[in-house]
């Protein structure tokens, strides 16, 4: 199984402010998610993030609004831009297990906007 | 495209009592189903996993769901509820050619009374 460490766990924000999300992992992973998980909602994955490649984004999300960083086979950022309070959120980061292909899910990141 | 859907936002049983939680999902090819927890302020963890060889499958903590094509459900059963077994409960959906491709249900909040 992976270990996987975010930060920061929540935060609170101004609109228009932007704030950058780390997903830390304990073990080298080839494909790496960000899902949003909005209240009372179920989980909607935003992007893929590969190593050495611009992420995937799924329909409804863009890069200038959620760019993804991902520099290296343990590491990855989300950035949440010019939020409003929409943008209020739970972010999961989340990695596949090459051997089994099971996700494991990161703690997540709650983020207030005001 | 598949889909998920969870009957019931929130479940409320007493301790002791039967675990009934369902998942109903649509997908045009033979799908794998998951159920995944979510305890409060951490990241989902996978209970359980239907990956087209037993019908029945059993996950950890005592739960266990039936795959039922003909009647396109997935429902995860306990037969006695403990207190720590209160969490929100996912149902998700993939298609065989990656787990990536998860596609979850709103989710459903288990309430237990003593």
């Known amino acids: 199984s992976a270990v996987i460490s975010q930060k920061p766990s929540r935060d609170i924000c101004q609109r228009g402010t932007s704030l950058t999300i780390q997903c830390q992992v304990d073990?080298?992973?080839?494909?790496m998610f960000w899902y949003r998980q909005q209240p009372g909602q179920s989980l909607t994955l935003i992007a893929t993030?590969?190593?050495?490649?611009?992420?995937?984004?799924e329909s409804g999300f863009v890069i200038d609004k959620f760019p993804i960083s991902r520099p290296n086979l343990t590491f990855s950022t989300l950035t949440v831009s010019n939020m409003s309070p929409e943008d209020s959120s739970i972010y999961l980061c989340?990695?596949?297990?090459?051997?089994?292909?099971?996700?494991?899910f990161g703690e997540g990141s709650r983020l207030t906007v005001l | 495209a598949q889909s998920v859907t969870q009957l019931g936002s929130h479940v409320s049983v007493s301790e002791g009592a039967l675990v009934l939680l369902r998942c109903n999902y649509s997908s045009s090819v033979p799908p794998y189903l998951f159920w995944y927890v979510q305890y409060p302020n951490q990241g989902l963890q996978l209970l359980l996993k239907?990956?087209?060889?037993?019908?029945l499958v059993k996950g950890i903590n005592g739960f266990e769901a039936e795959f039922k094509k003909s009647e396109t459900s997935f429902h995860l059963t306990k037969p006695s509820a403990h207190m720590s077994d209160a969490a929100e409960y996912f149902c998700a959906v993939s298609v065989p050619s990656g787990y990536s491709t998860l596609t979850f249900g709103k989710g459903t909040m288990l309430l237990v009374s003593p």
């Open positions: 989340s990695v596949e297990d090459a051997d089994t292909g099971e996700l494991f």
């Open positions: 073990s080298q992973v080839t494909m």
């Open positions: 993030a590969n190593q050495g490649s611009e992420a995937t984004y």
């Open positions: 239907y990956t087209s060889a037993a019908t």
